[in-house]
């Protein structure tokens, strides 16, 4: 016989199931958002009748309230990134709350750079040059001397002689060129 002390209360429908959607609703998710709020905290909220999944659907179906929701969404990283700065700036150097501060900047900008990359990620600048960081240099080869080269390194490599041979032979020799 087990005791019914240690069973989990049994929980209702889940939250959201059966809701019915209202303009108030969105109204009310949208204001949430706004002020940096993640959408499970928001659905936590008493007067937030629907599940995060709820909303995501609804965002999907209604062109209207995904363009709100996105804007919320924005607004609010805007916020996330502003409470940032205030972390930082009322964190005590002496009373411990430094690596608490540190975290919780660390995880507000690791979650903004993959939200918004646009505006909060790395700058990312790829340059492609040459040797010693020189112009890259190209040469123009006609099709014949082509088909000459490569007919050179497979004579030279033999009858029988396998791809990976063939390929050493010609990286050596690329190598000993430059």
């Known amino acids: 016989m087990t005791d019914q002390t240690d069973a989990k209360?049994?929980?209702?429908?889940p939250k959201g199931s059966g809701s019915k959607w209202t303009p108030e609703i969105e109204d009310k998710i949208c204001a949430y958002l706004v002020t940096g709020a993640s959408l499970r905290e928001t659905c936590r909220k008493d007067d937030i009748p629907v599940a995060p999944q709820t909303v995501l659907d609804r965002v999907t179906e209604?062109?209207?309230?995904?363009r709100r929701y996105?804007?919320?969404?924005?607004?609010?990283?805007?916020?996330?990134f502003e409470e940032m700065r205030e972390i930082a700036r009322d964190c005590l150097p002496n009373n411990g709350d430094v690596q608490k501060a540190k975290l919780e900047v660390?995880?507000?900008k690791w979650q903004l750079s993959k939200m918004l990359p646009g505006t909060y990620g790395d700058r990312v600048n790829l340059e492609h040059t040459g040797r010693d960081g020189g112009p890259i240099k190209s040469e123009a080869i006609e099709p014949r001397d082509l088909a000459r080269s490569v007919l050179d390194v497979l004579?030279?490599?033999?009858?029988?002689a396998d791809?990976?041979?063939?390929?050493?032979?010609?990286?050596?020799?690329h190598n000993t060129r430059h």
Do not use: H
């Not at 209604?62 to 995904?66: G, H, Q, R, T, V």
């Open 9 to 13: 209360p049994k929980r209702g429908r």
């Open 62 to 66: 209604n062109e209207s309230f995904a």
């Open 70 to 80: 996105a804007r919320a969404r924005e607004i609010g990283f805007a916020q996330q």
């Open 106 to 108: 660390d995880v507000i």
């Open 155 to 160: 004579a030279e490599a033999g009858e029988g």
């Open 163 to 173: 791809l990976g041979s063939v390929m050493a032979m010609v990286e050596g020799e």
